[in-house]
T-cell receptor, first 110, second 114 residues
Framework: KNEVEQSPQNLTAQEGEFITINCSYS?????LHWLQQHPGGGIVSLFM???GKKKHGRLIATINIQEKHSSLHITASHPRDSAVYIC????????????FGKGTLLTVNP | DVKVTQSSRYLVKRTGEKVFLECVQD?????MFWYRQDPGLGLRLIYF???????EKGDIPEGYSVSREKKERFSLILESASTNQTSMYLC?????????????FGPGTRLTVL
C-alpha cells in the first residue's frame, strides 16, 4: 500500500462546479503540501499545511491530523484549473524528504 | 520570483551514452533536488544537495550521480544511460531545509533513452 493515496485519480468537471480532491496518508507527518502541475511539466506549490485550513483565492486546503487526511477544494472551477494536483507529505523525523502521491488529473470543461 | 531553469525540455539519447542534465537556480538557495516522475509512480527523489560539494542519496540513486560545484548549479549525471531511465526529470530548490519549506521546481526535462 502506498504511503500517500489520492482520490480520485481522474476528475472531469463542468466550469463553475465545486471540486474536492482527497489525500490520505499512512505515516506520521510534520507537514503536507499540495502542488499543481500544468501540462508541460512545471510544478507549483499551492499550500503547506501542518494543521487546520488554508485559503488562497478559490482554493481551500484542509487537513485532519488525527484522521490522516487532507482535502483540496476548488470553488467556482474554471478551465484554467485543469492540471494534475499532487499531494506530498513530509514524514515526522525527516526535515526535507517528501513522499508524493500519484496525482489527480483534473479537467474542467467550459 | 524564484526561477529554476533546466538545460533542456526534451532530450533523446542512446543506450550507453553519458548524459548530463543541468539545473540552475537564481535565488541563492542552499538546497537543490533532483526527482524523476513516471506515470503511476509519482515523483521520486534521486539526489539532494544541501551545500556546494555536499550531496545525499535519495530513494532511487542507482545509475545516477550528481555534481554541485557552484551554489546555483546542480547537475544530474547518467553515467551510462539505459532505457529504464527514460523519464521526466525535475529539479527543485529551497531556501531552507525544513518540512514546511517550499520547494521551487524547474520546468522538467523529458529524457528518452533509445
Amino acid at each position: 500500500k502506498n504511503e500517500v493515496e489520492q482520490s480520485p485519480q481522474n476528475l472531469t468537471a463542468q466550469e463553475g462546479e465545486f471540486i474536492t480532491i482527497n489525500c490520505s496518508y499512512s505515516v506520521g507527518i510534520s507537514a503536507l503540501h499540495w502542488l499543481q502541475q500544468h501540462p508541460g511539466g512545471g510544478i507549483v506549490s499551492l499550500f503547506m499545511l501542518s494543521s487546520g485550513k488554508k485559503k488562497h483565492g478559490r482554493l481551500i486546503a484542509t487537513i485532519n491530523i488525527q484522521e490522516k487526511h487532507s482535502s483540496l477544494h476548488i470553488t467556482a472551477s474554471h478551465p484554467r484549473d485543469s492540471a494534475v494536483y499532487i499531494c506530498a507529505v513530509c514524514r515526522g523525523g525527516s526535515n526535507y524528504k517528501l513522499t508524493f502521491g500519484k496525482g489527480t488529473l483534473l479537467t474542467v470543461n467550459p | 520570483d524564484v526561477k529554476v531553469t533546466q538545460s533542456s525540455r526534451y532530450l533523446v539519447k542512446r543506450t550507453g551514452e553519458k548524459v548530463f542534465l543541468e539545473c540552475v537556480q537564481d535565488m541563492d538557495h542552499e538546497n537543490m533536488f533532483w526527482y524523476r516522475q513516471d506515470p503511476g509512480l509519482g515523483l521520486r527523489l534521486i539526489y539532494f544537495s544541501y551545500d556546494v560539494k555536499m550531496k545525499e542519496k535519495g530513494d532511487i540513486p542507482e545509475g545516477y550521480s550528481v555534481s554541485r560545484e557552484k551554489k546555483e548549479r546542480f547537475s544530474l549525471i547518467l553515467e551510462s544511460a539505459s532505457t529504464n531511465q527514460t523519464s521526466m526529470y525535475l529539479c527543485a530548490s529551497s531556501e531552507r531545509l525544513g518540512s514546511t519549506d517550499t520547494q521551487y521546481f524547474g520546468p522538467g526535462t523529458r529524457l528518452t533513452v533509445l
